[in-house]
């Protein structure tokens, strides 16, 4: 019993923590982005919190979590359903690591994730009704579905597939997403000039660097939390872990993004942060200090070619998920089969079928509904709006009524 | 009585200000201003560089009586000035009348 209110504490924090992450994507998106899309870009993310935790609990989690089934495909009825003793209350002997609902919570807290990574991509151009409709189909359905392969005791699971806290299920999940999103879209006004990728800066970098150091700081319990309980040797391994990798991608990236482009730029230092913590992710309880800091260096390392990588495609990706969530996840799940206590030629042999696996369901799944959408109410504002800025025409309303509004 | 318009560098306001005070002009206006010149600033962001000729400057507005002129744009000119390209420039004008608002008298005596 003492244990497992020590246990359970420390996954409400973790909770918690998640919970602070979407402030710190919401603010790492709008400081990348310009100051007339700031409020449609808070709204987003307000609202993938809000319908997230809602349609998780409608549906999600009996999804992601159904119990038997066929591995594929499971689902355990609507709404929560706790387990009861005899005399009423509240099974305790449900999990040793934390209670029914705070089973619920935790896992809620991730699930609105995804969405949110497709929102910084899709930002300063695609209209706000079809983002919800997509985020609500992708979080209530996607998601959870994705996630029960795995975590749920799937078919992948099964496989001995591996991803400690998602640097596939949540990170990929939305970063494939992200990529058809963007490609359905088309690039922002002004990106590509003569096939060249133009600087659009953003508005407000000490909001981007305070987002990424509360992301930072949520990722204790995005992996802390992953562990499922209060182990003393597995959850501070897991925060070191996580720690070094993000140290080790921002210094790495920060290095090689100034040899490259003969700057400091603080927004590429910021994004080597977030694929340290991406990469790290997928294999945090299993790697040793020197494997976790390898791991985050290198992802430090891709970030700067993914994002001119990026460019090169001729995407448009304000704020850099593509390479951070997708590229660093993919680069994160294949690294359990490279590093640490799970190395190994099979073990990296079924990291890439998951790849594969996530891979073709998210970007099929998403295609599907982007598609859809964009055939029937279309995704994408027109160009005027687009000029004179969201927050204006979706919205009628400015994010910072009383700055001058600058013209790019 | 005259008016004297001056763009300057933001760096050099202090200084400005500062020798303005010591020839007696204490009242003026300023704000500060965009403007586009020859100067370009090399700048790169996410691996993309780009230049910008956009320049931030500061813009004051002076009116002072006719004697005075001279001694005016002359300690801007002193205080404003490092020698290089893009330390501004001073325009001067005619002003044809002088209002105090709060006892409504006009004149070269209002500027005092």
């Known amino acids: 019993m003492e244990i497992l209110t020590i246990n359970n504490v420390w996954m409400m924090i973790c909770t918690a923590l998640v919970f602070f992450m979407h402030l710190g994507f919401a603010l790492l998106e709008i400081g990348l982005t ?10 987003k993310n307000v609202f993938i919190v809000t319908i997230g935790l809602l349609l998780y609990c409608l549906v999600g989690f009996n999804l992601m979590y159904p119990g038997e089934f066929n591995g594929f495909f499971g689902f355990a009825g609507f709404g929560l359903d706790s387990p009861l003793t005899a005399d009423g209350g509240l099974d305790l002997a449900y999990n040793e690591g934390y209670t029914y609902w705070t089973d619920f919570l935790f896992q809620g807290m991730f699930a609105a994730t995804a969405a949110t990574i497709v929102s910084g991509a899709v930002a300063e151009r695609m209209k706000i009704v079809p983002f919800m409709i997509f985020a609500i189909i992708y979080v209530g359905f996607v998601y959870p579905v994705a996630g029960s392969w795995k975590w749920g005791g799937g078919f992948l699971d099964g496989l001995g597939f591996y991803d400690f806290a998602g640097s596939t299920l949540v990170h990929s999940v939305g970063g494939w997403a992200a990529v058809v999103a963007v490609c359905l879209l088309g690039p922002r006004i002004g990106k590509f000039k003569d096939g060249k990728p133009q600087a659009i800066p953003g508005h407000n970098i000490p909001l981007a660097t305070a987002g990424v150091l509360i992301l930072w700081l949520g990722w204790f319990g995005f992996n802390g939390g992953s562990v499922l309980s209060a182990d003393p040797a597995l959850t501070s391994l897991t925060l070191v872990t996580t720690c070094l990798a993000a140290a080790a991608g921002g210094v790495v990236c920060m290095l090689v993004s100034t040899a490259m482009y003969k ?8 994004n080597g942060i977030l694929g340290g913590l991406v990469g790290i992710t997928a294999g945090a309880d299993q790697m040793s200090p020197t494997d976790a800091i390898i791991i985050g260096a290198i992802a430090g390392a891709i970030i700067v070619f993914a994002v001119s990588f990026v460019d090169k495609l001729r995407l448009d990706d304000p704020v850099g998920a593509i390479a951070v969530h997708l590229i660093c996840g993919i680069w994160g799940t294949l690294a359990v089969g490279l590093f640490g206590n799970l190395a190994g030629m099979d073990q990296f042999v079924s990291q890439l ?56 | 009585m005259k008016k004297i318009e001056a763009i300057i560098r933001k760096s050099k306001f202090s200084e400005v200000k500062k020798a303005l005070h010591e020839i007696g002009v204490n009242f003026f206006s300023y704000w500060d201003v965009t403007g586009l010149g020859n100067e370009k600033t090399g700048h ?16 004051l507005s002076i009116v002072v009586n ?11 000119i002193k205080s404003a000035s490092t020698g290089d390209v893009g330390d501004g420039k001073i325009f001067v004008s005619d002003v044809t009348e002088c209002y105090r608002i709060r006892t409504g008298e006009k004149g070269g005596e209002t500027l005092k």
């Open chain 1, 34 to 43: 310009r100051q007339k899309n700031t409020l449609n870009i808070l709204f």
């Open chain 2, 66 to 76: 006719d004697d005075f002129a001279e001694t005016t744009v002359q300690a801007i």
């Open chain 1, 263 to 270: 700057n400091l730029d603080l927004t590429m230092f910021l």
């Open chain 2, 44 to 59: 790169v962001y996410r691996g993309v560089s780009y230049s910008t000729s956009d320049i931030q400057r500061r813009y």
């Open chain 1, 353 to 408: 079928i998951g790849v594969a696996c996530y891979a073709a369901f998210c970007i099929t799944t998403s295609f599907i509904i982007i598609y859809t959408l964009k055939k029937t109410i279309g995704i994408r504002v027109s160009e005027r709006e687009e000029l004179e800025g969201l927050d204006a025409h979706e919205h009628g309303m400015d994010a910072y009524p009383d700055f001058r509004l600058n013209e790019h």
